[in-house]
């Protein structure tokens, strides 16, 4: 597995993350076993969020952890705050951050979490209490590391202006088919099509000149949440060429797609949401994938984009 140590932040943590949404599905049993077999590829980086199942993901986690003989040392464990679809609400004030994280370590029966991220935009957030939030849970051990997840530039620099502590991670969406965070530069200036609109305020370039470490959710997804592009009808250009490259490799699709992410110089790490231990181990081979410079236009045109 490949390593990436997250500036003002954790070190040696794996490329690929092992993310968490779906574990309530599982019993504690096949939970453990999910764990596990992401430890055994070289994953020590686990991802969660309050909002995942309703906090039953980080439960799940916690009663199957046990089963797995690993050791809370031997991973790094990631949450996020601050979405409330029981009452259709983002909240980051201090109250709930504080309670939110009080919850989270509940739920994964732990004294600490590694990183806290603050979860989609509180467009009524006062970085003030945000601040002073990061402040109590840094000084009582409950928060290692800060970060936040889709955050544009304005919103982050905001939040740097109050609160004391690194942003370290923005998590965002990038696959081959969701490209936008890498290619609107191509086409900037062309009245002739869509690509050309900047949808983030240049946040990738923002974020690798202030050391903030991009995480990639929904690698393999075609739009939010429309299904996976491997194997789909629509993307028969782009199969073909991950076909190919797979074979070449002798790794599977979904591998050469993420690895197409691990491929840019950003050093972006790729969360994986599987909780099927194949398909986490294939997706895992990506870490050992080179992609040339061709190989990655080469996947970038085969998503149906194209270079002015």
């Known amino acids: 597995m490949k390593m990436v140590d997250i500036v003002n932040g954790p070190k040696q943590v794996s490329r690929i993350v092992q993310g968490c949404m779906r574990m309530p599905d599982l019993s ?9 077999t992401a430890y055994d590829c070289g994953i020590n ?41 029981e009452r259709s609400e983002f909240d980051w004030t201090k109250e709930d951050i504080l ?23 509180d467009v009524l957030f006062e970085p003030e209490e945000v601040a002073e939030a990061f402040d109590i ?26 609160v004391k502590q690194p942003l370290v991670i923005n998590q965002v969406q990038l696959s081959l088919e969701q490209s936008q ?3 609107q530069a191509l086409y900037m200036n062309n009245k002739t099509t869509e690509y050309s609109v900047c949808r983030d305020g240049n946040l990738l370039d923002y974020c690798r000149l202030n050391d903030i470490t991009i995480q990639a959710w929904s690698p393999l997804q075609i739009g939010m949440f429309g299904g996976s592009f491997i194997n789909h009808s629509d993307f028969p250009e782009l199969n073909q060429v991950l076909g190919e490259i797979a074979e070449r490799e002798d790794v599977s699709k979904a591998a050469v797609a993420i690895a197409w ?14 909780m099927n231990p194949e398909h986490i181990e294939d997706a895992c081979d990506a870490a050992h994938v080179e992609l040339s410079h061709q190989d990655w236009y080469r996947l970038y045109l085969a998503s149906g984009k194209f270079l002015p």
């Open 28 to 36: 504690k049993e096949d939970a453990a076993k999910v764990i596990r």
């Open 137 to 162: 849970l840094e000084k009582a051990g409950k928060v290692k590391w800060f970060g936040v997840s889709n955050l544009v530039p304005m919103q982050i620099e905001l939040l740097k202006k109050y």
């Open 45 to 85: 980086f686990f991802d969660h969020a309050t909002v995942y199942g309703g906090g039953v993901a980080e439960t799940r986690f916690s009663e199957a952890f046990p089963l797995t003989g690993l050791k809370r040392e031997d991973i790094y464990i990631q949450s996020k705050c601050g979405i409330h679809p």
């Open 181 to 183: 965070l890498i290619d």
């Open 261 to 274: 992410i691990l491929r840019h110089p950003a050093k972006m790490q790729a969360i994986i949401g599987s």
């Open 99 to 121: 309670s939110s994280v009080d919850g989270i370590l509940e739920r994964l029966k732990v004294d600490y979490i590694d990183t806290l991220l603050l979860h989609r935009p």
